[in-house]
């Protein structure tokens, strides 16, 4: 069983900058796919940015040059240090640790851009 904890404050104006962090617990931290997902009113999750256990790393179109994703395996941590924020970043962000064929997700922390 693998728990994930999310913390990051959520509100920030269009144009600025937050970084999320999740912790994870488990001793096999550093053979985790890290996912960030988010999920906005009335739309579906999607994947936002994943880091994969060699460090490579995939983003969606629409945070690319924006977003960043890292790992401190040291830490049992993944950041998603989050620039140029947009109104539209504006959902439910949650992280995910998929190890052994199994995935785990976070509750989830809200971020909201204002214009």
């Known amino acids: 069983q693998v728990q994930l904890v999310e913390s990051g404050v959520g509100l920030v104006q269009a144009g600025g900058s937050l970084r999320l962090s999740c912790a994870a617990s488990g001793s096999a931290f550093s053979a985790y796919v890290l996912d960030w997902y988010r999920q906005a009113p009335g739309k579906q999750r999607v994947l936002v940015a994943r880091i994969a256990s060699d460090g490579s790393t995939y983003y969606a179109a629409s945070v690319k040059g924006r977003f960043n994703i890292s790992r401190e395996n040291g830490k049992n941590t993944v950041y998603l240090q989050m620039n140029s924020l947009k109104p539209e970043d504006t959902a439910v962000y949650s992280c995910?640790?998929?190890?052994?064929?199994?995935?785990?997700w976070g509750q989830g922390t809200q971020v909201t851009v204002s214009s």
């Open positions: 995910a640790a998929t190890v052994a064929v199994r995935t785990y």
